[in-house]
């Protein structure tokens, strides 16, 4: 009679445990979206920009082709600041998100090459 009442309680214990192969439900953390791209101009600076951060990535995931990556992030640099300038020629106004975006991305870019100019600068009016 005890035994019964012991498996019984152990049955019960057994029961209220949470499978194996149960895990919390992972928190899911939002990255705030743009609004939808509306023109082939917004969508060709957006594909760009996606590849940008792409390519920063991979060149911090791996350091043995980083000068490759560096070239070609540059050049996708280039490409995007063009696509901007004929977007804002073309007078089109992206959605407000997606603008805060391309003006950070658009600036960091344009810091970066400005000191690189002014790196040569120096050495080429040191010679």
């Given amino acids: 009679m005890e035994k019964s009442r012991v498996l019984e309680a152990l049955e019960r214990l057994k029961s209220q445990e949470k499978p194996r192969w149960y895990k919390e439900k992972p928190i899911i953390i939002k990255k ?9 101009q917004q969508h060709k600076v957006k594909e ?28 996708l640099e280039k490409k995007f600041l063009a696509a901007v300038e004929e977007m804002e020629k073309s ?9 805060n975006e391309i003006q950070k991305r658009k600036q960091k870019i344009e810091t970066k090459f400005g000191k690189m100019q002014d790196l040569y600068k120096d050495k080429m009016e040191s010679l």
């Fill in 32 to 40: 705030e979206r743009s609004e939808p791209v509306k023109t082939l």
């Fill in 48 to 75: 760009i920009l996606s590849a940008i951060e792409n390519m920063e990535k991979k060149m911090k995931q791996d350091s043995r082709n980083y000068l490759s990556m560096y070239w070609d992030l540059a050049k």
């Fill in 91 to 99: 007078n089109i106004k992206p959605a407000e998100l997606f603008d």
